[in-house]
């Protein structure tokens, strides 16, 4: 496995450091030169925590994408009044299994997205180590570097999760008490019925507007993290000795201030990948139809709309970050301190 990894990472040209998260980071080994083989214990430790997300947060999501598409779909799809009216109708016609509805999506691909993601951003931070710290430390970077950081692996994990949310959000939006009378039967039936119509492209539908929430996604979690962390940490303590409530909390806000930064991007995202043809909905550009959608519903709906299903999904952000985030922390600790 170990050499498997060598060799991807060597395709990639992706320097992995030992950790996934800077507090963990080796202080004297920051940074190193050329390519290292992969850590399985912090891809493991990243998998968990993946996991732990997609099971606490998927309600939540589903809740968020029905609400803010309902104005696009408008065959046999109730209109909800707010987040608990969605919940309530979800639950009263499909059970509590409607709430989890294209999760299987994305809980089998997250561990390739935190992949990316986690890969990404240790890539770019060892960028700025190598370019703009003299002691080649990761003390030395500034936050506005994490920040930085943060973006570039928003922009890479765009071109992965762009089809996984696709997929996602399709299997989300049919509201059918009768698993039978839904058109994708599974995520597999979604996706190759994508292919079949629409070719291998049709499978990266609305990826500019997922770039345009990526990049201020990331950069807004990761810089909100590590500050939280900073902020938290007492006198004379590193972020080592933070208490689980602390951690909790530090994730919770970071997930809640990358929806702030992205929210209506997602909003945008979501009507794009959900039209049934999106170049006879919206006019599409370089933008993929960005800038047509969000006129659009900004003229026909109001500035309003584009916070639709901001409360399910601030809530999901702060539970499933807090628990993601503190799921990795956990992890990575056990694995590299067994005793």
Request: glycine share 8%; with cysteine; aromatic share 12%.
């Amino acid at each position: 496995v170990k050499e498997r990894s060598c060799h991807l990472a060597i395709f990639l040209e992706l320097p992995v450091s030992r950790s996934a998260i800077s507090s963990h980071m080796d202080s004297d080994n920051a940074f190193e030169s050329g390519v290292i083989t992969w850590d399985l214990k912090d891809f493991s430790a990243g998998c968990l925590a993946g996991i732990t997300i997609t099971l606490v947060g998927h309600p939540f999501d589903t809740l968020k994408v029905r609400l803010q598409s309902q104005d696009v779909l408008t065959s046999n799809h109730p209109n909800f009044k707010g987040g608990f009216d969605a919940f309530k109708q979800t639950v009263q016609r499909e059970g509590i299994h409607g709430l989890y509805k294209g999760m299987g999506t994305p809980l089998f691909t997250v561990p390739i997205v935190n992949a990316v993601v986690f890969a990404s951003y240790e890539q770019a931070k060892r960028f700025f180590i190598h370019h703009y710290c003299d002691d080649k430390k990761v003390e030395q970077l500034s936050m506005t570097h994490m920040a930085l950081s943060g973006a570039w692996s928003g922009f890479v994990n765009s071109f992965v999760v762009g089809p996984v949310e696709l997929i996602k959000t399709k299997l989300q939006v049919q509201f059918e008490s009768n698993a039978k009378q839904s058109f994708y039967k599974g995520p597999i039936h979604c996706a190759a019925h994508i292919v079949q119509t629409k070719g291998v492209l049709g499978l990266f539908q609305g990826t500019v507007p997922t770039i345009l929430r990526e990049v201020p996604c990331y950069m807004a979690q990761f810089y909100t993290y590590e500050y939280m962390k900073k902020l938290l940490t007492p006198e004379g303590k590193t972020a080592k000795d933070l208490t689980p409530a602390r951690l909790l909390l530090s994730g919770g806000v970071a997930g809640v201030m990358c929806w702030v930064a992205s929210y209506p991007q997602d909003i945008v995202k979501t009507r794009i990948q959900v039209a049934g043809d999106v170049k006879s909905t919206y006019k599409v550009f370089l933008d993929g139809g960005f800038y047509d959608c969000l006129t659009k519903t900004v003229r026909n709906e109001g500035f309003g709309a584009l916070w639709k299903g901001f409360g399910p999904c601030a809530t999901r952000a702060f539970v499933a970050n807090a628990a993601g985030f503190f799921t990795y922390e956990t992890a990575i600790h056990f694995l590299r301190h067994p005793h």
